[in-house]
């Protein structure tokens, strides 16, 4: 027999498991957005561009949280002289992931 509490524990759970997966999605978007700004700021395009872009995806995976793919833009920004502080790397980080999570909501 199905109580209401198990009723509303299984909703929990899959709003949970939707809002992970959510997450996931959007943190992938804002590193590809990211890997494509980086990109430009290396004078990479077209198809350089989008490698570029697929390696800073792939450098989320190294650790967790985002300091893997921060280190990542960091060291490649700063072996090609580019000059840009933390602060404009971090800052455009936070800038890209609202801009993932509205483009994931708007899709639907």
Do not use: C, P
Not at 55 to 83: N, P, S, T, Y
Not at 88 to 98: N, S, T
């Amino acid at each position: 027999m199905t109580t209401t509490f198990d009723k509303r524990e299984d909703g929990f759970e899959k709003k949970f498991a939707h809002d992970e997966e959510l997450r996931f999605k959007a943190s992938a978007r804002r590193n590809k957005l990211l890997g494509m700004w980086a990109a430009e700021k290396l004078g990479l395009s077209g198809g350089e561009a989008e490698a570029y872009a697929k390696q800073v995806v792939m450098a989320d995976f190294e650790e967790a949280g985002d300091h893997d793919v921060f280190k990542k833009i960091r060291k490649d920004l700063d072996d090609k002289k580019v000059a840009m502080s933390d602060q404009d790397i971090r800052g455009a980080m936070d800038e890209l992931m609202a801009q993932a999570i509205a483009q994931i909501k708007a899709s639907g």
